[in-house]
């Protein structure tokens, strides 16, 4: 069947009692936070009560009216009273004396030493633009990326006319964050053979670190929906795409003949799912007999390059099965990181296997037996929270 | 879509004249316009390039009147022209640069305007584009996209505009808007804009795969001949205003020299075709094909033009 | 602005690096078996939820939603209008010489006109009058419109008695009430936010969808007269008839349908339905196809066909390793060997996107067709699985 029509899914969510506190801890398929424990938000100003309201508050509540705590942020105070009053709908957090209130999704806010990937939006005489998921775009100075071959000089105004042979719009880059200045823009840098341009792969995008990434609307509710709440609720709670983690670059040995793939986990919830690039072999297959110091030259002169490396086919299906995989994690609302993708990829090799098995349609199967959606999107989540 | 600019009637305020003749003749059926030619006979097209001096291209276009307009213009018997024939120019401004607001652009950007005369129509036309304007500018602009070669050109805007003088009529003038009231004549109209602007294009000396023409093939049933049952004919290069009934037209914008087809606009039921015996083409396929023959003969005239206007070039210098 | 926005639809495509190009179009071009970026079948549909008859204000409604949050809301009107006579209802009505009872069916009273069918598309970020929704809006309309059913072996439906079963004239021919009344249909197409693909398969099913589920209140007055209806909205008749009313349980496939326009693109020589954003950026032919019921045949019936411009075409090139100077001296020269293209026609080193440049060969176009139109193909599977979606 070419076409899927699906009749319109109500979201479960449990009716709204006012005398039952516990009512909001039932499913909720669109929170992806874990709620039990909460009191019910009460917009009515507690005044006198020297108590922090926890858990979650919205915009306009009084978070606690005890003059010995200082406002964080997402808080502000009037002037003529000493109860701080949340502004974004969150969590509060209490650092000592301090009080502020963590929107449970928000934007990418860049901090130094984060990993990112970006795309070049714009190309400036002496730097890029890069769009990074933040509020403003994140700038790549000339100075901050190697120059090929990995000379050591000052930038000329020679490179500076051929800026587009670097990097020109559009292309991706895997970069660090190596300043922030006072408006919250970053300011990159790719001085490392890790970073530089991005070939081989499929780019994606998530909800980044705590937030909302460009495209979680997009992969959010509609068909499937609600397939991951229990799921949901059973993960850490904080809410599904990318967060700062151990690691972020990894490299995966896919099933069925697909080889090696690197994963890049941009903070910022931009990921990069690529055929593993193993530098020094793809040199020395090219041209024998290199010096070491000279592989390495050419190693980083490659990063410039925008022409793809030959992918077999089979490293592109798992490239697709793991791309699928972090959609549906994101579907379900559990965070990704190196675990639950890895879990994730196992968990739908073995729906592979079980489909395979009691399917009588042998033609449906084949089909669109690569597409994860619906039950197989439910079997997935299911098994990758039971090995956690 | 409102005209701003001007205080407009309100639309619709007005109706065309009612003459006496046509009460009394019933609809006329002896001015009705009828084709002359072969089905497969094109008519003969005037195009001649670097006519705008103030353009980096340019190019005029004019389609041969039909058999029965050049009588009736001879021979007026009624006020009303029997059929119209196309006329249109269209310029050229750029290779310029693209406005510093513009988004960077490894490629020409092209911009298409078609724009009627007011008076191009038996219906008069608003100065403001309307859809059907609009909706040919997109169909040009594809077909022109696909022949030029626009990473020659980076970073820069070509600005392409179509002025119809005299527009193709959906139908005869005498036939009530009724069930084939889609407007056939538009389809006539593109293929003259495609025409047109590719030689424009070559005045302009921008680079291109080849010269791309436009060309109409349509499926006719005229019942007045036959028995009603019969099936669809296929015809080239029609004159709406000769056929009782077109049931299905296509446009091609078609590049001889790669055998590609740039831009393809098909529309009307063509499952019904008598075709030829041991012809195995559905109704579509021969439709294409017809446009694409249609598309041929009008090549040799754009590259005739073209290069008359470069020997004429050459002469002066 | 306007010139950006002058690009139908270049300015859908986002911008993608030349390696993702080059990726994406090996991958989707491989013979037999293209791998989709999520793992789709060639045909297959991305799976979308729908709804019809959603808003009791209107005649006809439906709601579309994908996956990916895009949504669409069609709702139909219908408003009854006086026919404007025409010079040839006057003379037929004066004396009317030589005129026989079937070339009546001909005038516009009797057989409708495709200007009483008015549609409207919103989509955000965009004018009403941008290229995009005119286009879209021009091509949908011209399918609906133009779906006649044969006019001449059906006869004379003149009137609205008959016409809402047999629905002589197709859509036009049953806006008609009598020869002084017609019906005027606005159709408007909302899409509730900026679209992440081209979006017309979107709104072609949602628009699809709220017409089967429109109805027109029953006609109580009769012949000539100005007309008046009947307010139960239970007798009401479907403005496409559907098996539901009819007694004689006949085959869905006997009914007038209204048309549905499917997006297609070719990638190599793999055919692909419903594109994502990614896939159409790297097609190189894209095309709009039409198709309906053919009610005598009971297969599908093409009703047009529109070239879409690929915005492939206005993608910025790949730099093959041995001409870029920052990897002068790093890669043997000798290590880019063109290879041809059999799609394009083109040189192309392997992995080096290229933007695609000329049109699209004829074969091409009549296999995207054929796939479109064969017996038990993506065009039947589409309209079965619509038909299937319960109205109310």
Known sequence: ?388 | MNDRRRVNGPPGGTRPPVYASLLQSGTGADTRAQRQRQPTDLRKIFLKTGLIPSASGSSYLEFEPSASLAAARSNPKSLIPPSSALKLACTVHGPKPLPRSAPFSPNLVLTTHVKYAPFAARKRKGHVRDSSERDLGVHLETALRGAIIAERWPKSGLDITVTILEAEDDRWWGDVPDSHDASWGMMNVLAGCISAASAAIADAHIDCLDLVSGGVAALVSDDSTDSPSALPKLMLDTDPAEHRSIVSACVVAYMPARDEITELWLKGDSSKVSTADGDQRSGHEALIDGAVDAARGAHTVLAEAVRESLQKTLGQS | MSNQRQASSASQTPHLSPAELSYLYTSLSLPKSPIRPDGRSPTQFRPLTAESNILPGTNGSARIGFADGTQAIVGVKAEVEKTVLSTDTLASSEGGEGEDSTSTSNSAAASGHGSWVQMSIEIPGFRDDDALPVFLSEMMRESLVGSVADGGSDGGGDGGGDGDVTMAGGLKGRLVINKRWHWRLYIDVLLLSQPLSYPLPLLSLTTHLALLSTKLPKLKSQGEEDPFFDDDWEVAEYLYPRSSNLKAAGNASQYVRPPVTLLVVSVGENIIFDPSREEIAVADAVLAISVTRDTEAGNLKLLSIRTVDPPSRLTQPAVPNSENVNMLGATAPTEDIAVLNPATGEEEVPGVWRPRRGGVKRSVIANMVKTVLKKGGVGEEVLEGLEGVEVE
């Open chain 1, 1 to 388: 069947m070419a076409i899927t029509i699906l009749p319109p899914v109500v979201e479960d969510v449990a009716p709204y009692h006012a005398d039952s506190d516990d009512s909001m801890s039932g499913a909720d398929s669109d929170s992806d936070v874990e709620m039990s424990g909460v009191s019910r938000p009460n917009k009515k100003p507690r005044t006198g009560d020297g108590k922090i309201s926890s858990g979650i508050v919205t915009p306009g509540e009084i978070v606690t009216a005890d003059p010995k705590w200082m406002r964080g942020h997402g808080t502000y105070m009037n002037p003529l009273s000493t109860s701080i009053i949340a502004t974004v709908a969150g969590k509060v957090q209490q650092t000592n004396k301090l009080l502020s209130v963590h929107p449970l999704r928000a934007r990418y806010i860049p901090e130094i030493g984060d990993l990112v990937v970006g795309r070049i939006v714009e190309v400036q005489s002496k730097r890029w633009k890069v769009d990074v998921a933040a509020p403003l775009l994140a700038q790549l100075p000339l100075s901050a990326i190697n120059l090929p071959g990995g000379i050591l000089r000052r930038r000329t105004s020679a490179d500076e006319l051929q800026i587009r042979t670097f990097f020109s719009e559009g292309d991706l880059v895997v970069a660090e964050v190596q300043s922030v200045h006072q408006d919250g823009s970053a300011s990159l840098h790719t001085r490392s053979l890790k970073y530089g341009k991005l070939r081989n792969g499929v780019f994606l995008a998530v909800t980044g670190t705590g937030g909302s990434g460009a495209s979680s609307s997009s992969v959010k509710g509609g068909v499937g929906s609600g397939s991951g709440s229990s799921a949901a609720a059973a993960s850490s709670g904080t809410g599904g795409g990318v967060v700062r983690s151990r690691r972020q670059v990894w490299t995966h040995t896919t099933a069925n003949g697909g080889g090696e793939v690197d994963i890049i986990l941009g903070v910022n919830g931009y990921i990069w799912i690529s055929k593993h690039a193993d530098g020094a072999e793809a040199v020395s297959s090219t041209t024998e007999n290199v010096s070491i110091t000279r592989m390495e030259e050419m190693v980083s002169s490659s990063i410039y390059s925008s022409q793809n490396d030959d992918v077999p086919p089979q490293t592109r299906r798992e490239i697709a099965r793991l791309t699928q995989c972090v959609r549906v994690l994101v579907q379900g609302g559990v965070r990704v990181d190196e675990d639950t993708l890895t879990d994730s990829y196992e968990a739908s090799l073995q729906v592979d296997l079980e489909v395979g098995d009691d399917d009588e349609e042998e033609e449906y199967g084949q089909e669109g037996r690569e597409y994860l959606e619906g039950a197989k999107a439910r079997r997935i989540l299911e098994l990758t929270m039971q090995r956690k």
